[in-house]
C-alpha cells in the first residue's frame, strides 16, 4: 500500500520511517511512504507557501496553488491515490475509518500548517476531511502518521502476529476494548497474574478474557455497548493467543 504525505515539515517523517514496525514494512515492500514537500510547488522565488488571511485576523493561511499543482502532479502517477487532508474540522478518525481506508491501494494525505489551507483547496480537490479528535494540533503530520499507522497495521504481515490485530479494541467484530494482559514475573509487588492464565485450558482461557473484555467495554465505554442485548457487537478472541506481541 503507497501513502503520499505532502507537507511543509517532510523531516518529522524521519524516525517515523525509520523505527519499529513502519521501518520493518518499509523494508518488506508492504507499504511505500513517500513525502512531497509542496514548498517545491511554489511559483514564488521565494518558495512561499503561505499569507495572510483576507478580511485579517491573526495567522497565515495556505496559499491554494502551492497544494493544487503539487496534488495534481502526484495524482497522474496510478493508481491515483485517495485524497484525505487532515483538519480538526473532519470526521472523526476511528478504526472502522482505518479499516476501510486499507482496501484502498493508495491514500494521499495533505496536511495543513497555521490556520490551514484556504478554503478553495478543499473547493477544488474535494478531499475526505478527516480529523484525528477535537482538539487543535499545529499541523496535519502527527494526524498523518496516526492515520498511517492504524492503517498499515492491518495489511497482513506488517505485525508479527496478525492475530494482535483481530484482538485489538475497536477491531472488526471486536467493537469493545479488549482483556487485559499479563507477562513475567508472575508476582510483581504482590500483586499476582490470575491462576487461569497459566491453567493452559485455552477454552476457559478465552471465556475469562471475553468476560474481562465484556466487563471493560461496559465499565469504560458504554457508548460501545449494543443495545438490547448484553453483549458488544461480537467479541472474538483468540483462544489461541498466548500473548505473543507485535513482533518487535
Ligand atoms: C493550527 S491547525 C489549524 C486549525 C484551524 N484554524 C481550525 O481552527 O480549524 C493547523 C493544521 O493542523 C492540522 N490539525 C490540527 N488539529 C487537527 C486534528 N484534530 N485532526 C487533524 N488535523 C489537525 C490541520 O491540518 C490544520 O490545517
Same mark, same amino acid.
Given at each position: ?5 505532502? !507537507? ?9 520511517? !525509520? ?44 496559499? @491554494?496553488?502551492?497544494?493544487?499543482? +503539487? ?39 495533505? +496536511? ?37 499507522? @492504524? ?12 492475530? $494482535? ?5 475497536? $477491531? ?49 465505554? @458504554?457508548?460501545?455497548?449494543? !443495545?438490547? $442485548? ?19
Amino acid at each position: 500500500m503507497r501513502f503520499d504525505v505532502l !507537507t511543509l515539515f517532510p523531516g518529522l517523517f524521519q524516525g517515523f520511517v !525509520t523505527e519499529s514496525l513502519m521501518a520493518k514494512a518499509v523494508q518488506r515492500n508492504l507499504i511505500d511512504i513517500r513525502l512531497h514537500d509542496f514548498r517545491l510547488w511554489s511559483q514564488d522565488k521565494h518558495h512561499k507557501v503561505d499569507d495572510r488571511p483576507f478580511g485579517g485576523g491573526p495567522g497565515m493561511v495556505l496559499m @491554494a496553488d502551492p497544494v493544487v499543482r +503539487c496534488v495534481e502532479a502526484i495524482q497522474q502517477e496510478a493508481p491515483p491515490g485517495e485524497l484525505i487532508l487532515l483538519t480538526p474540522q473532519g470526521e472523526r478518525f476511528n478504526q472502522r475509518i482505518a479499516e476501510s481506508l486499507v482496501r484502498s491501494p493508495r491514500l494521499v494525505l495533505l +496536511c495543513g500548517r497555521y490556520e490551514g489551507f484556504d478554503q478553495r483547496v478543499l473547493d477544488l480537490l474535494r478531499p475526505r476531511e478527516l480529523s484525528l479528535g477535537d482538539f487543535v494540533l499545529n499541523g496535519g503530520e502527527v494526524a498523518a502518521m496516526a492515520i498511517i499507522e @492504524a492503517t498499515a497495521r492491518l495489511i497482513p504481515g506488517v505485525l508479527g502476529d496478525e492475530r $494482535s490485530a483481530v484482538d485489538d479494541s475497536f $477491531s472488526s467484530g471486536n467493537r469493545g476494548l479488549e482483556f487485559p494482559h499479563y507477562t513475567r514475573p508472575r508476582d510483581y509487588r504482590g500483586l499476582t497474574v490470575p491462576e487461569i492464565l497459566f491453567s493452559g485450558d485455552h477454552g476457559r482461557i478465552q471465556s475469562w478474557r471475553e468476560e474481562q473484555a465484556r466487563q471493560r467495554t461496559k465499565q469504560r465505554r @458504554a457508548d460501545l455497548w449494543s !443495545t438490547g $442485548s448484553d453483549e458488544p457487537s461480537s467479541n472474538p478472541t483468540s483462544a489461541e493467543s498466548d500473548g505473543t506481541a507485535d513482533g518487535e
